[in-house]
């Protein structure tokens, strides 16, 4: 698509602005927690929380996150260990531990970031999640792709083709950017994504960039996960964790020693233990 659309362009854009905006105002989720503040840091728990996540499992747990932990500076204090036990039920447990991180950076400013680049500077943000703090905190209009966002334009610009690119897409994504409410805009996309992958199926598997998550069942992350909830609970020897996990005794093993070298689980004497 070439930089200066033409008149027919134009007018199809703009059909799609009114398409996915009507939408908004008839079905957004307007009510979400995290939609309903602008404080940086809860919008950056939101959106570690709402990655590989489903909106319904996360809502409470960040609630209690919030009630626990109302800003980067209670998080940063906190244990490690306190931190993993409330994540519990959220799965992927390195975000807390990646989380817990960039609160310490935080709190550790006098402000908190506010450039792509501060931002992307903190453990576990990368260019999508700085690029939600930007525009979901504080408004600005920055270009960001995320699945949801990658549905809609597949679905409605390249409907019949596949192994899309999101180099394609950007130039679309920038060019219908709302730039005076792009917080709103994009929570727009977002809803609208979400329904039609529940209406019509995922356009973005049709993404270059689209990835099939690999099987839960037996493999390394169900192990992590199982070690970090059985901790969670209180220290266990190793004979205690291999009776009580339903996993090959190596791959136990080999997943704990990660956990270790990753600062998620640490050693104490003849027991194994949350930080």
Known sequence: MSSTPSRRGVTKLAAFRRRVRGFY?????????????????????????LQQTQVERVIPKYEAFLKRFPTARSLAKARLGDVLRLWQGLGYNRRAKLLHDAAKVIASKRSFPRTLEELRALPGVGTYTAAAVMTFAFDEPVPLIETNVRTVFIHHFFADEDGVDDDALMPLIERTLDRTRPREWYYALMDYGSHLKKTVGNASARSVHHVRQ???KGSDREVRGAIVRTLAAGPKQRETLHAS???DLQHIDEQLERLIEEGMVVRRRAAYALP
């Open 245 to 247: 996990l339903p996993f």
């Open 25 to 49: 105002e008839r079905e957004g989720r307007h009510a979400l927690p995290w939609r309903t503040t602008r404080d940086p840091y809860r919008i950056l728990v939101s959106e570690v929380m």
């Open 214 to 216: 690999s099987a839960f």
